[in-house]
Protein backbone atom coordinates (compact mmCIF):
# COMPACT_ATOMS: atom_id res chain seq x y z
CA UNK A 1 0.00 0.00 0.00
CA UNK A 2 1.42 3.43 -1.16
CA UNK A 3 1.64 5.20 2.63
CA UNK A 4 3.10 8.27 1.30
CA UNK A 5 0.52 9.11 -1.79
CA UNK A 6 -2.29 8.71 0.62
CA UNK A 7 -0.85 10.78 2.80
CA UNK A 8 -0.28 13.66 0.62
CA UNK A 9 -3.91 13.51 -0.24
CA UNK A 10 -4.56 14.10 3.60
CA UNK A 11 -2.52 17.17 3.32
CA UNK A 12 -4.37 18.36 0.09
CA UNK A 13 -6.99 17.60 1.55
CA UNK A 14 -6.19 19.67 5.14
CA UNK A 15 -5.66 22.96 3.68
CA UNK A 16 -8.83 23.32 2.80
CA UNK A 17 -9.57 24.37 6.36
CA UNK A 18 -7.18 27.13 6.14
CA UNK A 19 -8.87 30.49 7.89
CA UNK A 20 -11.65 28.58 8.88
CA UNK A 21 -10.86 26.18 12.07
CA UNK A 22 -7.64 27.77 13.93
CA UNK A 23 -6.72 27.87 16.24
CA UNK A 24 -6.78 24.53 15.73
CA UNK A 25 -4.63 22.77 13.33
CA UNK A 26 -5.55 21.77 9.84
CA UNK A 27 -6.49 17.64 9.28
CA UNK A 28 -7.14 15.82 6.40
CA UNK A 29 -8.03 11.78 6.48
CA UNK A 30 -8.66 9.35 3.39
CA UNK A 31 -9.80 5.55 4.15
CA UNK A 32 -8.50 3.21 2.38
CA UNK A 33 -9.65 -0.34 1.39
CA UNK A 34 -7.75 -2.70 -0.88
CA UNK A 35 -6.03 -0.08 -2.43
CA UNK A 36 -9.12 1.88 -3.11
CA UNK A 37 -10.19 5.56 -1.39
CA UNK A 38 -13.32 4.55 0.28
CA UNK A 39 -13.86 8.10 2.13
CA UNK A 40 -11.99 11.41 2.96
CA UNK A 41 -12.90 14.17 4.44
CA UNK A 42 -11.22 17.32 6.41
CA UNK A 43 -12.14 19.40 9.40
CA UNK A 44 -13.94 22.32 7.86
CA UNK A 45 -14.40 24.49 10.87
CA UNK A 46 -13.22 25.30 14.40
CA UNK A 47 -15.46 24.08 17.01
CA UNK A 48 -17.11 21.45 13.87
CA UNK A 49 -16.37 17.36 13.49
CA UNK A 50 -12.89 16.40 13.20
CA UNK A 51 -11.21 15.07 9.52
CA UNK A 52 -11.43 11.74 10.72
CA UNK A 53 -15.18 11.85 11.60
CA UNK A 54 -16.10 13.33 8.42
CA UNK A 55 -13.75 10.83 6.79
CA UNK A 56 -15.55 8.30 8.62
CA UNK A 57 -19.01 9.19 7.78
CA UNK A 58 -18.61 9.75 3.86
CA UNK A 59 -17.81 6.10 3.31
CA UNK A 60 -20.66 4.42 1.86
CA UNK A 61 -19.90 0.69 3.00
CA UNK A 62 -19.32 1.15 6.62
CA UNK A 63 -18.66 -2.61 7.27
CA UNK A 64 -15.34 -2.46 5.00
CA UNK A 65 -13.84 -0.35 7.76
CA UNK A 66 -12.91 -3.28 9.84
CA UNK A 67 -10.79 -3.92 7.03
CA UNK A 68 -8.78 -0.20 5.97
CA UNK A 69 -6.45 1.97 6.69
CA UNK A 70 -7.27 5.39 7.97
CA UNK A 71 -4.75 8.38 6.99
CA UNK A 72 -4.51 11.26 9.48
CA UNK A 73 -1.87 13.70 9.07
CA UNK A 74 -2.06 14.68 12.43
CA UNK A 75 -2.50 12.56 15.51
CA UNK A 76 -5.97 11.69 16.32
CA UNK A 77 -7.59 13.21 19.61
CA UNK A 78 -7.96 11.52 22.76
CA UNK A 79 -9.69 14.02 24.79
CA UNK A 80 -12.98 15.69 24.86
CA UNK A 81 -13.42 19.34 23.47
CA UNK A 82 -15.66 20.43 21.25
CA UNK A 83 -16.15 17.12 19.91
CA UNK A 84 -14.96 13.59 21.31
CA UNK A 85 -12.01 12.05 20.87
CA UNK A 86 -11.20 10.66 17.59
CA UNK A 87 -9.08 8.02 18.67
CA UNK A 88 -11.78 6.56 20.44
CA UNK A 89 -14.31 6.63 17.33
CA UNK A 90 -11.86 4.86 15.33
CA UNK A 91 -11.28 2.05 17.91
CA UNK A 92 -15.59 1.75 18.04
CA UNK A 93 -15.24 1.22 14.15
CA UNK A 94 -12.96 -1.61 14.26
CA UNK A 95 -10.18 0.61 11.95
CA UNK A 96 -7.28 -1.98 12.42
CA UNK A 97 -4.80 0.46 10.81
CA UNK A 98 -4.06 4.15 11.19
CA UNK A 99 -1.11 5.85 9.42
CA UNK A 100 -0.35 9.25 10.90
CA UNK A 101 2.02 12.47 9.81
CA UNK A 102 2.68 14.13 12.94
CA UNK A 103 2.25 13.33 16.47
CA UNK A 104 0.41 16.38 17.97
CA UNK A 105 2.80 18.55 19.81
CA UNK A 106 -0.78 19.91 22.45
CA UNK A 107 -0.45 18.73 25.32
CA UNK A 108 -3.55 17.53 25.93
CA UNK A 109 -2.97 14.95 23.63
CA UNK A 110 0.89 14.64 22.73
CA UNK A 111 1.01 10.88 21.82
CA UNK A 112 -2.04 10.06 24.50
CA UNK A 113 -4.19 9.08 20.68
CA UNK A 114 -1.29 7.12 19.75
CA UNK A 115 -1.15 5.01 22.80
CA UNK A 116 -4.81 4.49 23.09
CA UNK A 117 -4.95 3.18 19.86
CA UNK A 118 -2.26 0.72 20.51
CA UNK A 119 -3.67 -0.34 23.77
CA UNK A 120 -6.42 -1.25 21.14
CA UNK A 121 -4.55 -3.57 19.48
CA UNK A 122 -4.78 -1.12 16.24
CA UNK A 123 -1.62 -0.96 14.15
CA UNK A 124 -0.07 2.84 14.15
CA UNK A 125 2.58 3.77 11.78
CA UNK A 126 4.07 7.57 12.26
CA UNK A 127 6.01 9.79 9.91
CA UNK A 128 5.02 9.35 7.00
CA UNK A 129 5.96 12.59 5.42
CA UNK A 130 6.24 14.40 8.58
CA UNK A 131 8.79 17.26 7.42
CA UNK A 132 5.39 18.39 4.92
CA UNK A 133 2.94 17.90 7.37
CA UNK A 134 4.95 20.18 9.92
CA UNK A 135 5.22 23.00 7.34
CA UNK A 136 1.86 22.73 6.69
CA UNK A 137 0.81 23.18 10.66
CA UNK A 138 3.85 25.44 11.43
CA UNK A 139 1.50 28.24 12.81
CA UNK A 140 -0.37 25.62 14.91
CA UNK A 141 3.47 24.40 16.02
CA UNK A 142 4.72 27.28 16.78
CA UNK A 143 1.65 27.98 18.53
CA UNK A 144 1.82 24.85 20.98
CA UNK A 145 5.62 24.76 21.66
CA UNK A 146 6.16 28.20 21.74
CA UNK A 147 2.96 29.24 23.34
CA UNK A 148 2.51 32.26 21.61
CA UNK A 149 0.97 32.73 18.01
CA UNK A 150 2.77 32.58 14.59
CA UNK A 151 4.49 36.19 13.56
CA UNK A 152 4.27 36.74 9.81
CA UNK A 153 6.52 40.03 8.99
CA UNK A 154 4.70 41.99 6.13
CA UNK A 155 5.88 44.70 4.14
CA UNK A 156 6.29 46.35 0.71
CA UNK A 157 9.81 48.54 0.00
CA UNK A 158 11.31 50.33 -2.67
CA UNK A 159 14.23 49.23 -4.78
CA UNK A 160 16.46 51.29 -2.72
CA UNK A 161 15.00 50.02 0.78
CA UNK A 162 12.34 52.54 2.15
CA UNK A 163 8.81 52.06 3.28
CA UNK A 164 7.76 55.23 2.51
CA UNK A 165 8.39 58.79 1.94
CA UNK A 166 8.97 61.08 5.15
CA UNK A 167 5.53 62.40 6.16
CA UNK A 168 4.16 64.41 9.09
CA UNK A 169 2.20 62.64 12.01
CA UNK A 170 -1.12 63.09 10.56
CA UNK A 171 -3.12 61.60 7.75
CA UNK A 172 -3.33 64.30 5.53
CA UNK A 173 -0.51 63.20 3.02
CA UNK A 174 -0.92 59.10 2.14
CA UNK A 175 1.57 56.85 1.66
CA UNK A 176 4.00 56.28 -1.26
CA UNK A 177 1.68 52.93 -2.66
CA UNK A 178 4.33 50.92 -3.70
CA UNK A 179 2.38 47.20 -4.13
CA UNK A 180 0.23 46.98 -6.55
CA UNK A 181 -3.93 46.90 -7.23
CA UNK A 182 -3.04 42.97 -7.77
CA UNK A 183 -0.91 42.36 -4.72
CA UNK A 184 -2.72 44.17 -2.46
CA UNK A 185 -5.82 41.50 -3.19
CA UNK A 186 -3.48 38.99 -2.14
CA UNK A 187 -3.09 40.94 0.90
CA UNK A 188 -6.49 40.63 1.71
CA UNK A 189 -6.43 37.30 0.94
CA UNK A 190 -3.78 36.09 3.53
CA UNK A 191 -5.91 38.74 6.26
CA UNK A 192 -8.35 36.07 5.71
CA UNK A 193 -5.81 33.04 6.12
CA UNK A 194 -4.27 34.60 9.38
CA UNK A 195 -5.72 35.89 13.20
CA UNK A 196 -4.74 39.05 13.80
CA UNK A 197 -3.14 41.67 12.22
CA UNK A 198 -0.83 44.52 14.13
CA UNK A 199 0.33 48.08 13.94
CA UNK A 200 1.49 50.17 15.92
CA UNK A 201 0.36 53.88 16.72
CA UNK A 202 2.65 55.94 13.98
CA UNK A 203 1.11 53.30 11.18
CA UNK A 204 -2.55 54.21 13.05
CA UNK A 205 -2.07 58.04 13.15
CA UNK A 206 -0.61 58.29 9.70
CA UNK A 207 -2.57 56.02 7.73
CA UNK A 208 -6.05 55.57 9.06
CA UNK A 209 -6.14 52.20 7.96
CA UNK A 210 -8.91 49.32 8.15
CA UNK A 211 -6.55 46.20 8.17
CA UNK A 212 -9.84 44.58 7.13
CA UNK A 213 -9.78 41.74 4.29
CA UNK A 214 -12.57 43.74 1.84
CA UNK A 215 -10.95 42.95 -0.98
CA UNK A 216 -11.44 38.96 -0.73
CA UNK A 217 -14.35 36.82 0.60
CA UNK A 218 -13.48 35.63 3.74
CA UNK A 219 -13.20 36.62 7.45
CA UNK A 220 -11.81 39.88 8.79
CA UNK A 221 -8.26 39.26 11.25
CA UNK A 222 -8.49 40.41 15.11
CA UNK A 223 -7.29 43.73 15.43
CA UNK A 224 -3.87 44.28 17.13
CA UNK A 225 -2.88 47.86 18.12
CA UNK A 226 -0.17 49.13 19.97
CA UNK A 227 -1.01 52.33 21.19
CA UNK A 228 0.39 53.12 24.69
CA UNK A 229 -0.88 57.14 25.22
CA UNK A 230 -4.28 56.52 23.22
CA UNK A 231 -3.32 58.77 20.60
CA UNK A 232 -5.17 57.40 17.75
CA UNK A 233 -8.24 59.90 17.20
CA UNK A 234 -11.41 57.87 18.19
CA UNK A 235 -13.28 58.82 14.63
CA UNK A 236 -10.47 56.56 12.82
CA UNK A 237 -10.99 53.49 11.50
CA UNK A 238 -9.35 51.29 13.70
CA UNK A 239 -11.94 52.48 16.56
CA UNK A 240 -14.82 51.98 14.46
CA UNK A 241 -16.42 48.81 16.57
CA UNK A 242 -16.87 47.58 13.03
CA UNK A 243 -14.10 44.54 14.10
CA UNK A 244 -12.92 43.18 16.88
CA UNK A 245 -10.15 45.36 18.02
CA UNK A 246 -7.96 45.20 21.05
CA UNK A 247 -5.55 48.05 21.97
CA UNK A 248 -2.56 47.44 24.27
CA UNK A 249 -2.05 50.87 26.33
CA UNK A 250 -0.89 51.78 29.54
CA UNK A 251 -4.06 53.65 30.02
CA UNK A 252 -7.22 52.69 32.03
CA UNK A 253 -9.94 52.76 29.63
CA UNK A 254 -13.02 50.48 29.76
CA UNK A 255 -13.82 48.23 26.55
CA UNK A 256 -16.83 48.60 24.34
CA UNK A 257 -18.51 46.56 21.68
CA UNK A 258 -15.78 45.32 19.59
CA UNK A 259 -12.92 47.15 20.86
CA UNK A 260 -10.59 45.80 23.79
CA UNK A 261 -8.27 48.03 25.79
CA UNK A 262 -5.56 46.22 27.54
CA UNK A 263 -3.21 47.89 29.94
CA UNK A 264 0.01 46.64 29.83
CA UNK A 265 4.01 47.71 31.29
CA UNK A 266 5.84 49.63 29.04
CA UNK A 267 8.67 49.51 30.88
CA UNK A 268 10.07 46.25 29.80
CA UNK A 269 8.90 43.03 27.39
CA UNK A 270 5.96 44.39 25.71
CA UNK A 271 6.03 42.26 22.81
CA UNK A 272 6.45 39.25 25.10
CA UNK A 273 3.27 40.59 26.99
CA UNK A 274 1.20 41.43 24.36
CA UNK A 275 2.09 37.56 22.80
CA UNK A 276 1.45 35.79 25.82
CA UNK A 277 -2.14 37.71 26.14
CA UNK A 278 -3.15 36.88 22.38
CA UNK A 279 -2.07 33.23 23.22
CA UNK A 280 -4.72 33.26 26.11
CA UNK A 281 -7.17 34.14 23.41
CA UNK A 282 -6.38 31.69 21.28
CA UNK A 283 -5.01 33.65 18.16
CA UNK A 284 -3.20 31.13 16.33
CA UNK A 285 -1.25 33.59 14.35
CA UNK A 286 -0.60 37.75 13.65
CA UNK A 287 0.12 39.66 10.50
CA UNK A 288 2.88 42.43 11.90
CA UNK A 289 1.99 45.26 8.98
CA UNK A 290 4.48 48.02 10.27
CA UNK A 291 5.42 50.85 10.73
CA UNK A 292 8.96 50.49 11.24
CA UNK A 293 9.34 50.73 14.74
CA UNK A 294 7.13 47.39 15.40
CA UNK A 295 8.73 45.80 12.65
CA UNK A 296 12.54 46.72 14.01
CA UNK A 297 10.96 45.79 18.09
CA UNK A 298 10.08 41.74 16.57
CA UNK A 299 13.13 41.38 14.66
CA UNK A 300 15.26 42.39 17.36
CA UNK A 301 13.29 40.27 19.97
CA UNK A 302 13.79 37.63 17.81
CA UNK A 303 9.87 36.74 17.67
CA UNK A 304 9.11 36.09 13.85
CA UNK A 305 8.33 33.44 11.98
CA UNK A 306 8.31 34.59 8.45
CA UNK A 307 8.88 37.91 6.71
CA UNK A 308 6.97 38.57 3.17
CA UNK A 309 8.62 41.37 1.59
CA UNK A 310 7.20 43.08 -1.51
CA UNK A 311 10.58 44.74 -3.36
CA UNK A 312 9.05 47.26 -5.81
CA UNK A 313 11.09 48.72 -8.93
CA UNK A 314 10.27 52.35 -8.13
CA UNK A 315 13.18 54.36 -6.25
CA UNK A 316 12.68 57.06 -3.47
CA UNK A 317 15.96 58.14 -2.88
CA UNK A 318 15.15 58.77 1.20
CA UNK A 319 12.66 58.00 2.90
CA UNK A 320 11.49 55.69 6.28
CA UNK A 321 14.17 53.13 6.17
CA UNK A 322 12.97 49.42 5.66
CA UNK A 323 14.43 46.44 8.16
CA UNK A 324 17.60 45.32 7.39
CA UNK A 325 17.24 41.44 8.53
CA UNK A 326 18.95 37.97 8.06
CA UNK A 327 16.76 34.87 7.14
CA UNK A 328 16.61 31.70 4.84
CA UNK A 329 14.91 32.25 2.10
CA UNK A 330 11.51 30.57 1.33
CA UNK A 331 10.47 31.50 -2.07
CA UNK A 332 10.79 34.13 -4.30
CA UNK A 333 8.52 35.59 -7.20
CA UNK A 334 7.69 38.38 -9.38
CA UNK A 335 4.28 39.48 -9.84
CA UNK A 336 3.27 42.58 -11.40
CA UNK A 337 7.03 43.52 -11.50
CA UNK A 338 6.96 43.31 -8.10
CA UNK A 339 9.47 40.74 -6.26
CA UNK A 340 7.92 38.79 -3.68
CA UNK A 341 10.47 37.45 -1.30
CA UNK A 342 9.56 35.10 1.49
CA UNK A 343 12.21 34.50 4.43
CA UNK A 344 11.77 32.23 7.59
CA UNK A 345 14.83 32.70 10.79
CA UNK A 346 17.73 31.04 10.19
CA UNK A 347 21.01 31.87 12.51
CA UNK A 348 22.97 29.23 10.72
CA UNK A 349 22.84 30.30 7.06
CA UNK A 350 21.72 33.74 7.12
CA UNK A 351 20.93 36.29 4.14
CA UNK A 352 20.75 39.51 4.06
CA UNK A 353 17.55 40.80 2.18
CA UNK A 354 18.54 44.28 1.60
CA UNK A 355 22.38 43.49 -0.09
CA UNK A 356 20.83 40.49 -1.58
CA UNK A 357 17.90 41.70 -3.82
CA UNK A 358 17.99 45.45 -4.48
Known sequence: MNDTLYMQRCLQLAKNGMGHVAPNPMVGSVIVCDDQIIGEGYHRRYGGPHAEVNAIESVRQPELLSRSTIYVNLEPCSHYGHTPPCAALIIKKRIPRVVIANIDPNPK??????NMLREAGVEVITGILAEEG????????????HRRPFVLLKWAQSADGFLDKLRDNTCATPPI????????????????????IMVGTTT????NPKLTAHQWIGKNPLRVIVDR???IPSDYHLLDHSVPTIVYTEQVKESEHNLTFVPISFADNVLTQIMSDLFRRHVLSVIVEGGEQLLHSFIRAGIWDEARVEIASEWLGEGVKAPLMHGQIISKEIIDNLQIITLAPNESSSTSLISEFT
Do not use: C, P
Not at 109 to 114: D, K, L, P, S, Y
Not at 177 to 196: I, Y
Open 204 to 207: AVKD
Open 229 to 231: QLR
Open 134 to 145: EWLNRRFFIYQR
Open 177 to 196: QLSTDFTKMLVHKTRTEESA
Open 109 to 114: VAGRGI
